[in-house]
Structure formats: C-alpha cells, structure tokens
C-alpha cells in the first residue's frame, strides 16, 4: 500500500475538496491556524510559527492530497501547513506560508507542476528568502514531466507509492538543504530525456568558466551520480575536501543543490548522455 493511501482522512473525517485545508484544522493561504489549534503561522512578515519542518502538499485528487497530508502529519518533526488542489494555489499558498518543503504533483489541471515550480524557484531572495525546497511527486520515474520540473528548480522526486519511511527520509533531506538525488534514477531520467529530447547544440554555461579545474572535475562526478565518499575515493581527498568543492562550484553557479547540478552538467554538454 502507497504511502498516501494509508491515510486518505483526517481525524476528524472532514478533508475539505477545496484543497485549502489540511489536516487537523490547518488552513490554507491565510493561515492563521496550524496544525491542531497552533496559532502564530504568519503571512509574508514570516516572524513566528510552528515547529519543525513546515510542509504543504499539493496534488489535485483529494484522496492523495490528504493521505499524505493526514501521513506526514504523524511526525513530530514534521507540521503540514496546508494542501493544495493544483500549482497555482500552490504557489499562492507557499507565498503567504512559506513552508520550508512542498510536495508537488507534477501533473495538475490548469498551472501544473512544472509551472508552479518554475514560480516558485524563480522567486527572487529579496521577495521569497525562505523558497520552499520542492520535492516532485510522480507516477513513472522516466517521464518527461520530471525531466522538466528538475530543470525549473526540483530538488528531487519521489514515486507516489514511495513507503511511508521513505517519504519521511526524503521530506528531512530535502529540507535539510540538501538534493533527494538518487544517482540510479535521477542520472537515467536525466540522460535519458538530455539524449533524446530536441534541443539547441549545448554551449557551456558562462559560469561553468569561473570554475577550477578540481571543481569541474567534482562537477563531472557529481553527474555521473557519485555521492561525497565515492568522490573522495576517486580523487583520493578527503570527504570534507569534497564538500568544499562541491559547495564551492554549487555558489559559485548559482545552483541550490546536487540535482541542480547533474541537469546544469547535461544542459551544458559538460557531460555527454550515452547513447543507447
């Protein structure tokens, strides 16, 4: 059973369709009322409000919206701000409370997934400091819809029949600031649809110029999928050496994280996919 159908109501049984509502009271874009009665969830100010991992969920088919809302609502880590029915109240929802990890269906009538991501990411620092970390839901790992929603600013993507524990270990991750970045699938769906998907001849990004020599090399590797020890290994550094340069060429090309990296790689011609 998929994560979200373990928990389709509330515990009060009455999931508002709207979307506008999550679980135990919480409202939606006024957000004046957290999770079971907590108060102090402003809007843009952003001064005070709960604990923990701030999340909102968005997906247009209620059952699904809820059961992970009502799911991730068990831990205590963890305070679900609100749903949402599709991308545009999404976006409008994660403005006013700027939680810290939205769950977003990639495919959504009207502003969809992809669309909503690219709002969000693309939200300047001054008018959004606290963008969301977006964590993509989707049916099938190799989908296009994916492809684009990691270019738009995705830190990751989970299967929508991902197992509770999983989907509480990538809800930590990703608002730990760090990229849900699977190097088995994420790599395959990347080059997959960089190889096959039409597109301009690639020509380096001008940033990819201001990097050294070693931070490209780490660059590469960090494409090719190879988590921090597996570069160390490689390049026979330290594993704190490796965090340096990777935090070093994330700065200095104005990407927020590792899947960011592997799609900047690919987009670039920096690395080559391999043709089937």
Do not use: W
């Not at 409008?92 to 700027?98: D, G, P, T, V």
Request: hydrophobic letters at 35%; proline letters at 8%.
């Amino acid at each position: 059973m998929s994560a979200a159908s373990r928990a389709s109501t509330g515990p009060s049984g009455n999931a508002a369709p709207s979307g506008t509502t999550g679980p135990s009271g919480t409202t939606g874009p006024s957000g004046t009322t957290g999770p079971s009665g907590t108060t102090g969830i402003t809007g843009p100010s952003g001064t005070t409000g709960p604990p923990g991992i701030r999340i909102v969920v968005a997906d247009d088919h209620q059952v699904v919206r809820t059961g992970f809302a009502e799911l991730l609502g068990t831990q205590p880590d963890f305070t679900v701000l609100g749903t949402a029915c599709d991308g545009a109240e999404a976006v409008r929802i994660c403005r006013a409370l700027r939680p810290d990890v939205i769950l977003m269906d990639v495919r959504m009538p009207g502003t969809d997934g992809i669309e909503a991501t690219r709002q969000l990411a693309g939200d300047e620092p001054e008018e959004e400091p606290r963008r969301p970390r977006i964590l993509i839901l989707t049916t099938f790992d190799l989908d296009d819809y994916v492809y684009d929603a990691l270019r738009a600013g995705a830190s990751g993507f989970l299967l929508k029949d991902v197992t509770a524990e999983r989907l509480f270990d990538a809800v930590r991750v990703i608002a730990s600031g760090e990229a849900l970045l699977a190097p088995t699938v994420t790599r395959r769906l990347i080059s997959e649809f960089a190889l096959t998907r039409p597109r301009p001849e690639p020509s380096p990004a001008p940033a990819l110029a201001t990097l050294t020599p070693r931070e490209t090399q780490v660059l590469r590797l960090v494409a090719e999928g190879l988590s921090n020890p597996e570069i160390a290994a490689r390049l026979v550094v330290t594993e704190e050496t490796v965090k340096t340069h990777v935090s070093r060429m994330l700065s200095k090309l104005g990407l927020r994280d590792r899947t960011q990296a592997v799609v900047t790689a690919y987009e670039s011609g920096l690395v080559i996919p391999r043709s089937r």
